[in-house]
């Protein structure tokens, strides 16, 4: 075991404990909110504490009591700085049974005289049992749980001056906590970081000017939903930028702070703005789900998915993630588990939209009087415009007329035989690209051609070009194929690391299997401007069986040029990769978060992807749905049904029951079944298995 230096975001490593470094104080405030302790930073910046001239005044400490969670971390704390302390408030999120070891030495350190414990609860619903614990009137406990609760500079001040008059006997003056909205239009910049609706009303007529998009007539507006806590903390530089961003390529964001999506008060107002401005989309920061899971002993019953808006429109879920942007980038998972829970898992149930984490926690300044890292969200611009540009198409594909859209269906292709185009589980996967294309068609999509009658029809329509079979790529034709010169434009955008991958694995283009006269060979068929196509082998040359599910393949230039052609030349507003399930969502990467190096991103980057999947494996339907942004369209599995039998052996199971029926009744029909019989098991080699030398009339 080994002393560490504390980190931002509460991230504890398990091989060591973490000393906050902090030496003894008079007032002590422990939180596991990171806005909680930039609102108490700021707060005491402001405070009469900090005022010179007033003579000796109690000193302050805050922390933040995830990075105390080992025991062994907490009792060096509380040997460093709670031994010497009077005044002890926490904040405790989850309750005594979230941190029982916690409660058990708090309420032990509180048992000494002169010693003041307040443990208050770290949401908005009473806690009786911390109320019990703590030694100060319920009058009391009640006042310091809404400062906590309401939080923010000015209410964080008063909480200081209530402690010092309380219980230092200073002659201050406090004021009760000041309340917050609910939930509130926001505008970077402006008083009291509230806005009217006709205030953004202007700033989007500025914009129009400012960031004229070709060929766009008009911006589209999409709703910003982020937790109020952050306007508390004046944790909101993050937002800003983002703000900015989304500006700058041409939409109209309308930021709104939210308590909760379980909140009624927010969602009101939430559900009226969005109607006012014609939201088409939402970009939701929050965590959590306004959905909750049912209980087993009721999985067989239909469950109840109950939309928190009220407009039918797409929700992206940005994940601000609770790490240091250097954990995410060394994290081989990418997102921590306390992430995946309440980022990614939680807001599933939800059905929103997983896309990528956009922000980090990261030491904004050190509060050298509470001898604290000030913690702040920091953008990561780049991930920020992979999910901007994300929602810029989804947009697209609710503006453009569907006779103008251009779609890619993808067939999986696994193994690599022809005979396995298509071959998704429990899913008569052709069939159901017939149907997909029959109902494009119904709904006005340009396809042009005459359709595939069925899926044995579209099969045989594939074949006659060039698939991932090896054997036909030198001499069967090919519909589509992008120009080398073309491919490498696009891959020479790639990290550096990325290109030098596929080059150390796979050598230069030209030695790829599809490379044929300066260009690389695309399998799939173009109805009109609807592309069926099969997707590629994760490589050649080697063993695709083994190598499907490869974590460390680096897919070839062939696979990188099918998806470059689809984005790039062929510009498809969305993908649908019909069936399970393909072989882009196990791409070598970050488990969850994907950056910018991870192959599934390089491969089909932010395009809108709708993924048909059987309903029985929901962990590899996650996988499609947290690494390539899937919408997972749930079938059910197919009917169970007798196999029976056919052919020869339904010949063969005639002639034994007329046999039977036969006995005692008609000898000499009886002796041309037996006949009949012996003669069946013999041609069809059924004696071989019956392990039956010789068949006799005996």
Known sequence: MHLLAAKPGGFVDEEGIIDLDQSPADIVILTAADSQLAALSAGLAHSKLLQQGLGQMPSVRIANWLQLLKPAAFDLYEEKVLKHAKVLLVSMLGGRNYWPYGFERMCEWAQSSGRVLILVPGDDSPDPQLCSASSVSSEVHTLLWRYLRESGSANSTELLHFLGAE??????????????????????????????????????????????????????????????????SANTAMFDQLIAQMRVAGLKPLPIAIASLKDAESIALVDLLIERAGVKLILNSTGFASNRSQAPELSSQPSEFISPFAAQIPVLQLILSSSTVEDWQDFSQGLRSRDVAMQVALPELDGRITTRAISFKGASHRDSAAQVEVVRYQLHNERADFVIELAKKYLALSEVANRDKYIGLILANYPTKDGRIGNGVGLDTPNSCVNILNALAGDGYALGHELPENGNALIEQLLQSVTNNPNTLHYLGCWQSLDVDVYRSHFDKLPKASREAVTARWGEVNQDHKFRDGRIMIAGIRLGKIFVGIQPARGFNIDLLANYHDPDLVPPHSYLAFYFW?????????????????????????GLGLSEQCWPDIAMGPVPHFYPFIVNDPGEGAQAKRRTQAVIIDHLMPPMGRAEIYGEMAELE?????????????????????????????????IDELNIAQCSDA
Request: proline share 6%.
């Open 167 to 232: 219980y230092f006997s200073l002659p201050w003056q406090w004021r009760e906590p000041q309340i917050l909205p609910r939930a509130q239009l926001y505008k970077p910049a402006s008083k009291y970081s509230q806005a009217t609706f006709e205030q953004w009303q202007q700033q989007w007529s500025e914009d129009a000017v400012n960031y004229p998009q070709p060929g766009s007539s008009s911006a589209a507006t999409v709703a910003l939903l982020f937790y109020r806590s952050h306007l508390q």
């Open 566 to 590: 689809l984005r790039h030349v062929y510009k498809v507003d969305a993908l649908v990769h019909v069936g399970k399930h393909g072989n882009l969502e196990w791409l070598p990467g970050k």
């Open 654 to 686: 005639g002639l034994v029951d007329e046999y039977y029926q036969a006995l005692g009744m008609d000898s000499r029909r009886e002796d041309w079944l037996r006949e009949q019989i012996l003669q069946q098991v013999q041609s069809t080699n059924l």
